[in-house]
């Protein structure tokens, strides 16, 4: 099973421009959510989905926009990049009602705004 | 203003001897714990896990104990070895059913064969 998998794994953007990450995930789990991380920072959480149809701003939800398509599928949209955004972004997924709570990450996606 | 830290941004140890790895928590309504473990250029990945109605978990070489009066837990690893080498991160929720985790800043751990 591929698990979490997020796209692209890297990207170069300019101030301004916009972009989407993509995740999906196969495990059939209710809940995902999307993190950066960036040095010092720890993982900080942007939005979250608790189920399909669903989200909820995170700690550091300003200048992100989320989509949950449907149960497999979360993306994260930058409306206008600004270089504060540069980070590695991880999409992670949890089954609800699960007793341990995991989550399950993906690999990253390393973006830089110029 | 930080619920979860690790004071400690890195942590050397000897291949074989124990590594303690801690994290303290200001949010007394936190009361599922998680450990996760991070490779250079890959995503975390689960550890262990500890319950706020447990004080102690155990898993292999990893344990989790957690002291809720000190609002303190931390990662015991023994014998550590050097693939131990990895950031590891504290993360904590609150209440049954809640969807937020928080992490903590994370602790740099390189264990020296």
């Known amino acids: 099973n591929a698990g979490v998998t997020q796209t692209p794994k890297f990207q170069v953007l300019k101030t301004g421009q916009s972009m989407t990450l993509q995740c999906a995930q196969d495990?059939?789990?209710?809940?995902m959510y999307w993190y950066r991380q960036d040095p010092g920072m720890g993982l900080r959480l942007i939005y979250y989905?608790?189920?399909?149809?669903?989200?909820d701003k995170g700690e550091v939800p300003n200048g992100y926009n989320v989509s949950r398509l449907n149960k497999r599928e979360f993306s994260l949209r930058l409306e206008s990049a600004a270089p504060s955004q540069t980070s590695v972004y991880f999409c992670?997924?949890?089954?609800?009602?699960?007793?341990?709570?995991?989550?399950?990450f993906g690999e990253g996606s390393r973006l830089t705004v110029l | 203003d930080q619920q979860v830290k690790q004071n400690s941004p890195s942590l050397s140890v000897q291949e074989g001897r124990i590594s303690i790895l801690n994290c303290d928590y200001t949010?007394?309504?936190?009361?599922?714990f998680l450990w996760y473990k991070k490779y250079p250029a890959e995503g975390p990945t689960f550890l262990i896990s500890?319950?706020?109605?447990?004080d102690k978990n155990e898993d292999g070489r990893f344990t989790v104990f957690l002291n809720k009066s000190a609002k303190h837990l931390s990662l015991h690893i023994v014998p550590s070895q050097p693939g131990d080498s990895a950031v590891y991160f504290c993360?904590?929720?609150?209440?049954?059913?809640?969807?937020?985790?928080?992490f903590g800043t994370g602790t740099r751990l390189k264990v020296l064969a």
């Open positions: 993360a904590a929720s609150a209440g049954a059913g809640t969807y937020k985790y928080i």
């Open positions: 992670a997924s949890r089954e609800q009602g699960q007793n341990t709570g995991e989550l399950f």
């Open positions: 500890i319950s706020s109605i447990k």
């Open positions: 495990m059939n789990h209710n809940s």
């Open positions: 989905s608790a189920s399909e149809g669903t989200t």
């Open positions: 949010n007394s309504m936190f009361d599922y």
